[in-house]
């Protein structure tokens, strides 16, 4: 039996707070907010909450956990080797929605790192999340709280619909306020390499500490080549439906879109379409959903999991979505787009020229 608390995160009931502290130390398994996504968490220095927590999500083992602190100072404790860039990084993004990656130190499990020498360790901004993790000792694992393979959940509702009956309690504060979960840096490596995109990009960390370099598997669909994240190399966030992205100027992807939708409507299928309110308008078949404002490209990263978690209740076959310009947190958006659509994609202006000629 799940336990299920609400809590505000503007006033934090300390009975809770202590209720899901005891169940972590003790070894169990507690979902809490996030800015990013909700996380799974249990206790890191632990070997046997790390294989919970790969079974409840029917994770791999061989894909490591971030470790998540609340005290700057507690970094030292599981890491080691910690470069002199750290601080000023730790300044501007902690607490945040940003993963640096360190050498471990000999008390976190391998379990916990899925057997690498290396650690994933971040400080989330989330009071909820700052509480729990003090009230459990300071160090807890927490992935998405997702079954893997599922969009990672932006709602505590999310993660029930997961997990319910698999994990000991679910801490619901509503709504995540990102909805992508954090940029990952490796800082085992000179100059620092993001594995992960997210809300925290590479010209901002330019802004503190210079260059950095990118793992070149994030975006090229092209490349064969392994990513640095284990996790990265799985189909994550995949929606039931062939989810299929059109590349192309905006008016192109809407005509594409378009008229895709309408052939595949004739044949019968259920058809989704990720739209934003600027496009809303413009069509006529299949099931559309805005996903957000072009204008403000947050409030895309806020709605794109809830939304294909929508599109797999409907139970729809095939989904069309527009692309997003790759600035600020749209790298994050489109490389998470990417993955749900094992990478298919299509060119808007060759729909559109097909079309033409026919
Ligand atoms: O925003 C987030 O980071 C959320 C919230 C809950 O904090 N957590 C999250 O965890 O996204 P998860 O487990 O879903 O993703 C962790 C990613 C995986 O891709 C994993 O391979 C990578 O971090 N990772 C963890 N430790 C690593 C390491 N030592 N080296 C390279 N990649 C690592
Ligand atoms: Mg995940």
């Given at each position: 039996e799940t336990i299920i608390r609400k809590i505000d995160k503007n006033n934090l009931d300390p009975e809770v707070i202590e209720e899901a502290g005891n169940i972590l130390k003790n070894g169990g398994l507690v979902a809490f907010p996030t800015e990013t996504?909700?996380?799974?968490?249990?206790?890191?220095?632990?070997e046997e909450a790390a294989k919970k927590t790969y079974a409840a999500k029917g994770r791999?083992?061989?894909?490591?956990?971030?470790v998540h602190i609340a005290d700057y100072e507690d970094l030292k404790a599981v890491a080691v080797n910690i470069p002199?860039?750290?601080?000023?990084?730790?300044?501007?993004?902690?607490p945040g929605p940003l993963t640096m990656i360190f050498e471990k130190s000999e008390i976190v499990p391998y379990g916990t790192t899925g057997g690498l020498d290396t650690v994933a360790v971040r400080m989330p901004s989330d009071p909820v999340a700052a509480a729990v993790i003090r009230a459990a000792g300071g160090f807890v694992s927490a992935p998405s709280a997702n079954t893997s393979g599922r969009p990672s959940p932006t709602t505590a509702q999310h993660v029930s619909e997961d997990l319910d009956g698999k994990i000991d309690m679910i801490l619901d504060s509503g709504s995540v306020d990102?909805?992508?979960?954090?940029t990952i840096l490796d800082m085992t490596v000179e100059p620092p390499m993001i594995l992960r995109p997210g809300a925290i990009t590479a010209d901002m960390f330019e802004e503190v500490i210079g260059p950095v370099s990118v793992d070149e598997t994030i975006l090229g669909s092209e490349s064969n080549k392994a990513p640095k994240a284990p996790g990265m190399k799985y189909r994550h966030y995949a929606p039931k439906a062939k989810l299929i992205i059109a590349e192309g100027d905006i008016r192109e992807e809407v005509l594409a879109i378009r008229q895709l939708a309408y052939a595949a409507h004739r044949q019968g299928e259920?058809?989704?379409?990720?739209?934003?309110?600027?496009?809303?308008?413009f069509y006529k078949y299949g099931i559309v959903k805005n996903i957000g404002t072009r204008e403000?490209?947050?409030?895309?990263?806020?709605?794109?999991?809830?939304?294909?978690?929508?599109?797999?209740?409907?139970?729809?076959?095939i989904i069309y979505s527009e692309s997003f310009a790759m600035q600020g947190i749209g790298s994050a958006i489109m490389n998470r787009l990417e993955k749900a659509a094992g990478h298919l994609r299509i060119s808007a202006s060759a729909v559109v020229k097909q079309q033409r000629y026919r």
């Open positions: 996504v909700y996380g799974l968490g249990a206790d890191a220095l632990k791999p083992s061989d894909n490591p956990l971030i002199a860039k750290t601080d000023a990084l730790a300044a501007h993004f902690w990102i909805g992508l979960e954090s259920r058809v989704g379409i990720i739209a934003t309110g600027e496009t809303l308008p403000n490209e947050k409030t895309i990263a806020r709605n794109l999991y809830r939304v294909l978690r929508e599109f797999d209740d409907e139970k729809v076959d």
